[in-house]
């Protein structure tokens, strides 16, 4: 038996192109478009990749990006000058800023100084605890994500055993939240959970993200089970190539799970999706307005 292949590339297209046909609607009503502002602070390389691909997904989605580029020397009173202003302005929407951010800076202080109105990464404490007693707020992209291609592979996921991997701020925690409200039993293992195989081999539902390059393997699954990958992980390839992994052991696990997320192609495309229906719901409401149905 080989699971198939869940191809969040694809559903992440889909959703682009249903923001971009939302927008349309914005602009009339409003006389501007959505916008959404990126601060990257530092020349890290592969922050720099990620940045220009969210520039270039947010113009094609029909939204206005802002990129705000700061040398590594920036201080923190600086960043955070920059946010308090981007905070004042009314053409953007969406605010977020790359993490990590270099030593010294300390990325709480920075997030928290975010208007949680434009909080489109929904790290702010304001969303956060929204997310957890249930209120509406804005969602991380990236589980919200995960959660769209469960929706999408199971229906209805009420009474799932999920067991998330990982017990992050912006991925593990939030996670667990969005699947709880799914009404699925949640666990959230991490590093020191004990019989970690044994754990994750309950699960209906594993979500990997725990930045290990291929942990989970195949013989830690429960058969027929749905994998959600959200590793991102650069290791030794072919001589001296680099090859994307994700946290779960690709080529084992697909023989026993019943749905998996590949890595590159899985998760890491609806992370930005999200982000332009995260920033285009943000446009939404701050001008109050409903959000486009369906997204
Ligand atoms: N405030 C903040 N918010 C973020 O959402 C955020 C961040 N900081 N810092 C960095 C991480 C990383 N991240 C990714 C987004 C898309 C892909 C993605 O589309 N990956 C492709 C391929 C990538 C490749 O080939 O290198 C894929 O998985 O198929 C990856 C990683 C968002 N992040």
Known sequence: M?????????????????????VPQFVETEARAPGLA???VGEDPASHVYVRSKGKATVAAGMASFEHRLPDTTSQEELIALVEQL??????????????????????????????????????VANAGRLAVGEEGLVPCTPLGC???LKDRLGDLSGLEA???????????????????????????????????GVVRRADIVVAAVGRPEMIRGDWLKPGATVIDVGINRIAGEGDRTRLVGDVDFESARQVAGGITPVPGGVGPMTIAVLLRNT???ACARAGIAPPAGL
């Open 147 to 149: 959660l769209m291609l």
């Open 87 to 124: 905070n004042l302005d009314d053409a953007v929407d969406g605010i977020l800023v790359q993490l990590p951010l270099p030593a010294g800076i300390d990325d709480k202080a920075v997030i928290e100084a975010i208007d949680p109105a434009k909080d489109v990464d929904g790290f702010h």
């Open 38 to 40: 990126v601060v990257i």
């Open 280 to 282: 285009l719901v943000a």
């Open 2 to 22: 080989s699971g198939d292949i869940i191809d969040g590339k694809a559903f992440a297209e889909r959703l682009r192109q249903r923001v971009a046909e939302a």
């Open 163 to 197: 067991v998330v991997v990982g017990r992050s701020n912006i991925v593990g925690k939030p996670m667990a939240q969005l699947l709880l409200q799914q009404n699925c039993t949640v666990t959230i293992a991490h590093s020191r959970t004990r019989d970690l195989p």
